[in-house]
């Protein structure tokens, strides 16, 4: 590990999980000066000689040495970056000539720093796709670092960097069970193509193993909230999406049926789409709402909703409907309301 990462980790378990060995107070302060953490208590020093992870202040202008300088020395601690020391040329006093733009040229040519800068670049654009995506910070560090997991082994030479950047994305949001469709990740990454992001991830699947595959239930919350159903809808729609597609591999009444050949997107509207249409439902959207949220085509929201009406009354939980209410279900053949 990481020396400065591993007295940062020491450093917050003494203050937040350990408790002082004189008074048992878990109240501590860090002098960073010294470089002690100390028991607000009794005085006791529990950490000696930390080291501050903290960006440091500093100038070298002679007109802001009397002011606070927003130049900070180095970047923020980032294990997946390892070691980010580089050597940045400058202009002259005279300005920019033509010997520090040579010098420029053959730094970035021979690579002084480049592959923390290509890292710093990849995960900044990793961080943009998660951001227009709404996903949160865990998200994001599990895709830097799929992405830099598979970089090292494979490389990214032969596919567009953005491909790459949105694979890594693709893949952290299904190893964290929250999976996302190939269009909404291209909906955070106009600047490649389906086809792009599915080969990148084919890829990068050789190298970090495969994923668990996704379940329809796992769409179904997420969709059932884009459309504003209540929890009571989202907790039949996902039992039922469970009983049509079992976890652990079965068939219902062992076996095959017609939606097994279909996506899981395609499942998960399907069957909010048959839970939305019981009386007992808060709000009953069409096929043409559910086909916004979930990206499956409407024609084949309507087709897999006929596979599963055949089965409604096994696949529907009877605390929610009766047979009166699976019989008033929408005639498939007729292609619902």
């Known amino acids: 590990m990481n020396p400065v990462v591993q007295a940062q980790s020491l450093a917050a378990r003494h203050k937040y999980e350990q408790k002082c060995e004189d008074c048992g107070s878990s109240d501590f302060v860090d ?46 601690v980032n294990h997946l ?53 709404s996903l949160n910070r865990v998200f994001k ?46 909906a955070g990454a106009p600047g490649t193509t389906k086809v792009d992001i599915g080969r990148s991830y084919t890829a990068m699947k050789k190298v970090i193993g495969e994923v668990a595959a996704t379940h329809p239930a796992d769409c179904v919350r997420r969709f059932c909230s884009a459309l504003g159903l209540v929890n009571q809808d989202m907790k039949v729609a996902v039992d039922t999406a469970e009983r049509a597609v079992p976890r652990a591999g079965a068939q219902l009444n062992g076996e095959p049926h017609d939606w097994d050949s279909r996506s899981p997107t395609t499942i998960a509207a399907a ?9 007992r439902a808060s709000l009953h959207p069409t096929p043409s709402e559910i086909s916004r949220v979930s990206g499956a085509a409407e024609a084949t929201i309507r087709v897999a909703y006929r ?20 019989a008033g279900l929408p005639d498939p053949s007729g292609g619902g309301s």
């Open 31 to 76: 002098d960073f000066q010294q470089g002690d953490l100390i028991c607000r208590e009794c005085g006791l020093v529990a950490e000696a000689h930390a080291i501050d992870v903290r960006s440091e202040w500093r100038t070298f202008s002679d007109s802001d040495k009397s002011t606070v300088d927003p130049n900070r020395v180095g970047g923020p």
């Open 81 to 133: 970056l390892g070691e980010t020391l580089s050597t940045v040329i400058g202009a002259t006093a005279t300005g920019d000539n033509a010997a520090s733009s040579n010098l420029r040229r053959m730094a970035a040519r021979g690579g002084g720093g480049g592959g923390g800068r290509n890292l710093s670049d990849a995960f900044r654009g990793i961080g943009q796709i998660c951001e227009k995506l």
């Open 141 to 186: 560090d599990r895709a830097c670092e799929n992405y830099k997991q598979a970089t090292e082994v494979i490389g990214v030479r032969g596919r567009s960097k953005e491909s790459m950047w949105a694979a890594s994305v693709y893949m952290a949001c299904r190893q964290e069970l929250m999976p996302r469709t190939f269009k909404e990740i291209l």
């Open 271 to 279: 069957v909010i789409y048959l839970v939305t249409c019981l009386p």
């Open 307 to 326: 596979d599963l009406h055949k089965f409604a009354r096994q696949l529907v939980p009877a605390y929610f409907a009766d047979d009166a209410a699976i």
